[in-house]
DNA sequence: GTCACCTTAGAAG
DNA sequence: CTTCTAAGGTGAC
């Protein structure tokens, strides 16, 4: 079914992202810039649940914390209903992954026990609705190269760079 | 069914 | 050192 999903902006130093909220948690993040499929309709059909607005809260500044560099004091609840349980595993590991660090896609494939998934891996990455939060932009490829980036392998440089990471 | 993808280790030239 | 190949999971066509 289609979850009607409540949509916010979130604004930070380097633009507005677009969040989306189903009733369970966080279900998307989108970069700024991104074309919005759909427009901000929200506030005319009713006012934001007040679980959602406290989330919304922990988005922002987890957000905020992590462009600044930072680690996220917390996170809003993920919803990651329709994901794949292969996606889920890959994203649990991306969110061990701290501040300044990195991992590699073999690596990651390794720590959910398929070491040779390692393109499933760069697949689940891709394939994640809430990217920053959930950190793809820490994988890099092996021996330290930068890899690719679907949501723009500019955010990725600037992300990394953020957080000193070099290569 | 086929193909392309945020990959990688290993074998061959 | 460079080039080529095979291998996993998933979604688009």
Redesign the pocket.
Known sequence: MKTNLIELTVSTPNGKFIARYSEKGLAELNFPGAKAPVAPKRSEGGPVPSNISKWHRATQSALEKILAGGEPRELPPLDWA??????KSVWRQLLKISGGKTR????I?RAIG?P?????????????PI?VLVP??R?????N?L?????GLDW?RQLLAKEGVKF
């Open positions: 329709g994901a794949t349980d292969f996606q590699s896609y073999g690596e494939a398929k040779k998934a390692v393109r499933a891996v760069g697949g689940a990455c891709g394939a994640n990217p793809c932009h994988v890099l490829a092996a021996n190269k890899g690719g980036f679907s949501g990725k």
